[in-house]
């Protein structure tokens, strides 16, 4: 079922949602805790007729998402990130670009709520 991003809760899995891409932010390089190795992150800010949440982003899948595009996102888990709840790809997730037209509630930042 297509879930609407005004609707999305932290620590949920296996979200399916259709958005578009309204920005992206800069990419910055991190290292990781687990094995000390390098990756870039960036923040693509999503939206629908809900509202808009930001989805973090790793290495090549940064580049796979353009702007002012829509796309079809199945799989994704959500979760906390600065008191704010963040949509993440994870291993199992995946996303489609779609030629569905969609109007995007920018007034509902979900990401900007504090849990």
Request: aromatic share 8%.
């Amino acid at each position: 079922m297509i879930e609407k991003i005004d609707k999305i809760k932290p620590f949920q899995k296996k979200i399916d949602i259709i958005a578009k891409v309204i920005d992206k932010t800069p990419i910055r390089e991190v290292i990781s805790k687990l094995d000390e190795t390098n990756h870039k992150v960036c923040e693509v800010l999503l939206g629908d007729d809900s509202g808009t949440i930001y989805l973090t982003l790793w290495d090549n899948a940064i580049d796979k998402l353009e702007i002012n595009k829509v796309y079809s996102f199945k799989n994704l888990f959500s979760s906390e990130f600065k008191k704010s709840v963040r949509l993440n790809i994870g291993r199992f997730g995946e996303f489609s670009e779609t030629d569905i037209s969609l109007s995007v509630n920018l007034n509902n930042f979900k990401s900007e709520e504090k849990i």
